[in-house]
């Protein structure tokens, strides 16, 4: 499954040299990841008061070029169930036809006690 996020480069999102901050791309690819969650139908708040939460468990990022103040981008997400607990993310930064960043990003379903869990069998259905 592939999902696009359109987002706009702000101030805020810049560091002292006018470019995205690094950290700042972790930020635009976690909110795909959310909007991915909610056009999928699952409800994390209602996930969450049944004991089961997702969290992020590795990320390998590569910085390819800066984005600035202004820029328009696109957030790119391929992603699909790896296993009964992991859900994988292949996530890349564009502005225009440039991808400025990629990342491989693995999050897993874990009880809020912080032991693993099988993915809610709605979302596995979909992502099959």
Request: charged share 25%.
């Amino acid at each position: 499954m592939t999902h696009q996020l359109p987002v706009k480069v702000y101030y805020e999102d810049t560091d002292m040299g006018g470019v995205v901050y690094y950290a700042n791309y972790l930020k635009f690819i976690e909110r795909a990841r959310s909007e991915i969650v909610e056009e999928l139908g699952v409800d994390q708040l209602e996930m969450k008061a049944n004991g089961l939460v997702f969290v992020v468990t590795r990320v390998v990022a590569d910085y390819l070029a800066p984005a600035q103040m202004g820029d328009k981008l696109i957030v790119q997400t391929t992603h699909w169930a790896a296993s009964p607990v992991r859900w994988m993310f292949d996530q890349q930064v564009w502005r225009g036809d440039q991808c400025l960043f990629k990342a491989e990003v693995t999050a897993v379903c874990m009880t809020t006690a912080g032991k693993p869990a099988r993915l809610p069998a709605e979302l596995r259905a979909k992502l099959a």
